[in-house]
Nanobody
């Protein structure tokens, strides 16, 4: 069983930056693909980014490519989402997720992940 605890988030002006963290307990994350998803009010959950078990492969949604960076520190059992040049349309609740995988498949769908963080609000004001 993997427990994921998120931190970071908050309110920022457009053009600003935030960093989200997702710390795991219960299992080492070194064999898990990690993803970030978000859900805005009235919208479906959408994929943001994912990183494979080693950190050697990343994949991003087109809407955040070039602005967001996903990274991981397996020694700290933590995954990060650095968000730069934030836009009002980035406002959402952000969730980290984990699935056991030693490969580099895309894994851009929520139902491909078994474990989820509690969610953290990111609000970008215009």
């Amino acid at each position: 069983q993997v427990q994921l605890v998120q931190s970071g988030g908050g309110l920022v002006q457009a053009g600003g930056s935030l960093r989200l963290s997702c710390a795991a307990s219960g299992r080492t994350l070194s064999s898990y693909t990690m993803g970030w998803f978000r859900q805005a009010p009235g919208k479906e959950r959408e994929f943001v980014a994912r990183i494979n078990w080693s950190g050697g492969s990343t994949y991003y949604a087109d809407s955040v490519k070039g602005r967001f960076t996903i990274s991981r520190d397996n020694a700290k059992n933590t995954v990060y989402l650095q968000m730069n040049s934030l836009k009002p349309e980035d406002t959402a609740v952000y969730y980290c997720a984990a699935r056991y995988s030693s490969g580099s498949y895309v894994y851009a769908r929520g139902n491909e992940y078994a474990y989820w963080g509690q969610g953290t609000q990111v609000t970008v004001s215009s």
